[in-house]
């Protein structure tokens, strides 16, 4: 999955050492914006589900250091739910969450999934900023206040790929 200018997607396993600095970096973000007890999200899903046939991890180097990255697992036969969605704090604002999102996509869809859904906290605008940018459907009233809604779910349909249908390549 490599790309021209020194960007590429890699598929990684959780205990893969390029992975570390997602699952730090997303553990302390994490912490720091809902408390000591977010930590157990990071071990909420065995690495497992997070790998193919029924799930990926993916991230994007930039010269073979990981910038960006996102998952997805199962979470019924026709949806795949988006999780682990993370920017390197040095390379944030950069348009990179959105090219790791479209990447899952390409990849569920091509995998036999029709639908995403994700949830994201309440206090992570940026995250659900991306989302509605993405042409994800809020499944909350938009106008509430997020911090009285709780997790705020979305869902994406994606487009049908049969068996036959060539997935054709991406660059980010």
């Known amino acids: 999955m490599s790309a021209a200018g020194g960007w590429e997607f890699r598929k990684a396993s959780v205990d893969d050492p390029l992975v570390e600095p997602l699952l730090r970096e997303l553990t302390h973000e994490y912490v720091t914006r809902y408390g000591p007890e977010a930590h157990q999200e990071m071990t909420r899903y065995p690495g497992e589900a997070f790998a ?22 199962r979470y019924d036969e026709r949806t795949a739910e988006v999780k682990r969605m993370w920017t390197h704090s040095a390379h944030r604002r950069r348009g ?66 049969g068996p036959q249908s060539p997935v054709l390549a991406h660059t980010p």
């Open 52 to 73: 193919e046939p029924h799930g990926v991890l993916l991230l994007l180097l930039e010269d073979g250091e990981p910038v960006a990255g996102g998952a997805y697992k």
């Open 96 to 161: 990179l969450a959105r090219r790791v999102l479209a990447e899952l996509e390409r990849t569920a869809a091509a995998a036999g999934y029709s639908r995403f859904y994700l949830t994201t906290g309440p206090r992570q605008p940026e995250a659900r900023n991306l989302y509605l940018a993405a042409g994800y459907t809020p499944l909350f009233d938009v106008s509430a206040d997020p911090l009285t809604i709780g997790p705020l779910p979305f869902e994406k349909r994606l487009p049908v790929l």
